[in-house]
């Protein structure tokens, strides 16, 4: 009873104090939860708890994942500043506190600048602002002003690449930064936008188109490649060629983007499914694709200036003494069914070009940050974190990268087994925030 131990003390210090008498007591019998005062001494009474609350420091959290232009490296932006990992290792290179929320970071190649945007619960900077920074003299070196919600985020060494809600606008890398470009889009909630030395692509006006931009004569082609929303677009690191899949999330197509000519069309699946990511090979002749069934897909894709890779015909089968699990071995395009596929009037699916092999990948199981649906005023890193971004390591090895609570790094290697056919294996995982602990 803090009361009683109080006047005990008191009684302790000064002897000569008389103790309460009983009726002392009863006539000054208070009301619960309040305050006595005994010889000038305030009293708290017993029920009241003066302990402050305890409040433990909000676990670390990845809000966004993109790899830099050779994939070579990818940056994180987390609830509390950033991190920027090797992809072929997965060893912390670079780390910065802000004390609050980064929802995107783009690196420029390996440089010392990045492209960030404030985001999550307690973001540091506006959602609006696209802030440029140098990251060896630790200050904002370029802000961009935006008056909705900045969605996505493209840089290079001489531009800058800011996709809104219903708009894409180039920007000189430059102090002042000079808008050079706006196009104008359908609602682009994502943020889609892909840029290589060569080319820009993003969402047309029109639902489904793509808008491809030549950099260097600032002709703008039309690509109508869906009849769905965009879901995911990814150039290939030559320039050369475009990949696109639709909200359905069952065909993938390619496209040359010299001509618009559509080269390829490649079936995920059957399903519908949510696309997570897509990304070409280092020499462009393979496509991967990530999607919410957890599945990696990888392709042969046919290149306007490199010969194909020679395929083999399909089965699913475990590597021989390995003991791992492999995934659908080389496939030859449009003989996953055989002969149905050459039968007249047979339903598409079965003459369509699937993934030469497959293998599962952790999606995990992180629950919605915030809970928020993506709208024009939803703040980043406040939805479901990210999952499956994938960065080539080189032509035949490739990382998975998660976000969230639960955030992962996965690499794969292609290899031949003994039967001479094409496995997508898992080589190792980790959970990269411990190495930036």
């Known amino acids: 009873n803090i009361g009683l131990a109080r006047q005990s003390c008191i009684r302790s210090a000064h002897p000569l104090l008389p103790s309460p008498s009983p009726s ?196 703008v082609s039309i690509i109508p490649a869906h009849s769905s929303a965009l879901r995911a677009i990814q150039v290939s690191p030559d320039g050369e060629l475009l990949a696109t899949a639709s909200e359905m999330g069952t065909l993938i197509r390619v496209f040359a983007t010299s001509n618009c000519a559509r080269l390829a069309e490649l079936r995920r699946g059957v399903d519908p499914a949510t696309i997570f990511s897509l990304a070409f090979s280092p020499e462009g002749t393979k496509l991967a694709c990530t999607s919410d069934k957890s599945t990696l897909h990888v392709f042969d894709v046919p290149h306007p200036k490199k010969p194909m890779t020679a395929p083999t015909s399909p089965t699913v089968s475990q590597m021989a003494g390995s003991g791992i699990l492999a995934g659908r071995p080389a496939d030859d395009g449009k003989g996953r069914w055989g002969f149905l596929g050459k039968i007249p009037l047979m339903p598409r699916m079965f003459s369509d070009v699937y993934s030469f092999s497959s293998a599962p990948f952790e999606a995990g199981d992180d629950p919605l940050i915030g809970g928020l649906p993506m709208s024009d005023q939803t703040t980043l890193g406040t939805t479901r974190p990210q999952k499956g971004v994938i960065g080539w390591i080189t032509e035949d090895s490739l990382v998975i990268i998660g976000a969230g609570h639960d955030a992962r790094w996965e690499k794969f290697v292609i290899s031949k087994g003994e039967d001479g056919r094409r496995y997508v294996v898992r080589e190792g995982w980790k959970r990269y925030l411990g190495s930036a602990s």
């Open 24 to 219: 002392h007591t009863q006539a000054r019998r208070h009301r619960p939860g309040t305050a006595t005062y005994r010889h000038g001494i305030r009293t708290l009474p017993a029920t009241m708890n003066t302990r402050p609350p305890i409040e433990t420091a909000p676990s670390t959290v990845v809000l966004s994942v993109s790899f830099n232009n050779d994939a070579s490296c990818f940056s994180v932006g987390l609830n509390s500043g950033i991190c920027i990992f090797h992809t072929k290792s997965c060893l912390l290179k670079a780390s910065r506190d802000f004390n609050a929320g980064i929802g995107l970071v783009e690196m420029m190649g390996t440089t010392n600048y990045l492209a960030l945007v404030g985001g999550g619960r307690q973001p540091k900077f506006s959602s609006t602002k696209t802030i440029i920074w140098d990251d060896m003299k630790g200050r904002v070196a370029i802000e961009i002003a935006s008056l909705t919600p900045v969605r996505g985020v493209r840089i290079g060494r001489n531009r800058i690449v800011v996709a809104l809600q219903n708009s894409v606008r180039v920007y000189s890398f430059a102090k002042p930064p000079d808008l050079q470009s706006v196009y104008e889009t359908t609602d682009n909630p994502l943020g889609l936008v892909a840029m290589s030395d060569k080319t820009i692509a993003f969402p047309g006006r029109t639902v489904g188109q793509i808008q491809l931009v030549d950099i260097g004569t600032g002709n």
